[in-house]
């Protein structure tokens, strides 16, 4: 809103009611569609097709590119996960490399043990 403009409550609450009454009549033409193609899941094409049908298409290229930035970050999300979990499977393999060497490193220092004090005897 610009500088200085003041919304009573009850242009709010109006205004409210009529976002939630557009996004009901958008689902629906949606679910139309989907159902047209034998789905019960909505999806993007489905929203921008009821966009179209509901005459707003000065919106869809708008959404086309929203939708087109979501996408990317969520490959990007997708990929940087991907990347820490293998960050961190490398991590634990290293660290399990590390224990069992550990491991076998006090096993022969036990042999050796076992084995001088066998000598010994």
Do not use: H, W
Not at 32 to 52: C, H, I, P, Q, Y
Not at 85 to 100: N, P
Request: aromatic residues 4%; hydrophobic residues 30%; glycine residues 4%.
């Amino acid at each position: 809103l610009p500088d200085g403009v003041n919304i009573s409550k009850e242009a709010r609450s109006a205004i409210s009611r009529a976002a939630s009454v557009f996004v009901l009549y958008a689902t629906s033409c949606a679910n139309n569609f989907a159902m047209k193609g034998k789905r019960k899941t909505l999806n993007a094409g489905d929203v921008l097709s009821a966009m179209e049908e509901m005459e707003f298409q000065r919106f869809v290229a708008p959404l086309k590119d929203s939708l087109e930035v979501y996408r990317r970050e969520q490959k990007g999300k997708k990929e940087a996960r991907k990347d820490k979990d293998k960050k961190a499977d490398s991590e634990e393999q290293d660290k399990s490399r590390e224990e069992d060497n550990d491991d076998d490193d006090e096993r022969m220092e036990e042999e050796e043990q076992n084995d001088e004090e066998e000598v010994d005897n």
